[in-house]
């Protein structure tokens, strides 16, 4: 089952805050956060291995409730270079993920 | 440097043509995966294939076909019985189970 993302696109200031959030119907073992430019290759931001873990990527920080079996994508302060498309990927087994539709992010200055 | 490469970066397919897309890596990775991109939308696993002459159909295989005949090397066969190709097509690699996905920089592909 594909995970939902909301919002589904966001529009910020330069240095205003940003929470992405990434939900599940099935039990949640593992949560991957990728950022993608227009036309360009994803780029992987965290893993998230256990329920409850939190981790932190510059201004970038992420939660796991496994309990709500949802993943949280904190952007703190957002800067220019933070515009793009996130996603969420949800592990299934056999090391596939299934993916988001994307949440669509942009900064104005 | 290690990475995905693929190749080319745009390629157009007339009717009733196959084509075929590369995708090499030089991560030692045992997992490689096939995902398509439509414009705003999220990606969608095609094949994947676990470690050498083994593959696995994903959620949208009909009309694409793989082969893993070395670990380097993942290519993708856009079959004429694909009657809507046009998409964004990425490449993924990845080593052992909760490792972050690698991606290529994708090829583009259109109808002619």
């Known amino acids: 089952q594909q995970p939902v993302q909301s919002p589904q696109a966001v529009i910020l200031r330069e240095g205003e805050d940003a929470v992405i959030n990434c939900s599940s119907s099935?039990?949640?073992?593992?949560v991957h956060w990728y950022r993608q430019k227009h036309g360009e290759a994803p780029v992987f931001l965290m893993i998230?291995?256990?329920?409850?873990e939190q981790k932190g990527h510059e201004k970038i920080s992420a939660s796991f409730n496994e309990k709500k079996q949802q993943s949280s994508l904190y952007l703190t302060a957002s800067q220019l270079s933070y515009s793009g498309t996130y996603f969420c990927?949800?592990?299934?087994?056999?090391?596939?993920?299934?993916f988001g539709q994307g949440t669509r992010l942009t900064i104005n200055p | 440097d290690g990475g995905i490469t693929q190749s080319p970066k745009y390629l157009f397919r007339k009717e009733g043509q196959n084509v075929t897309l590369s995708c090499e890596q030089n991560?030692?990775?045992?997992?490689m995966y096939w995902y398509r991109q439509d414009p705003g939308q999220g990606l969608r696993l095609i094949y994947y294939?676990?470690?050498?002459?083994?593959?696995q159909k994903g959620d949208i295989a009909e009309g694409y076909s793989v082969s893993r005949e070395k670990k380097e090397s993942f290519p993708l066969t856009v079959t004429s019985a694909q009657k809507n190709p046009t998409a964004f097509y990425l490449c993924?690699?990845?080593?052992?189970?909760?490792?972050?996905?690698?991606f290529g920089d994708g090829t583009r592909l259109s109808i002619l």
């Open positions: 294939s676990q470690i050498v002459n083994d593959f």
């Open positions: 990927g949800t592990e299934r087994g056999a090391q596939k993920l299934v």
């Open positions: 998230l291995l256990k329920g409850g």
């Open positions: 991560l030692n990775h045992d997992a």
């Open positions: 993924a690699s990845t080593g052992q189970v909760d490792q972050p996905q690698h």
């Open positions: 099935k039990a949640l073992y593992s």
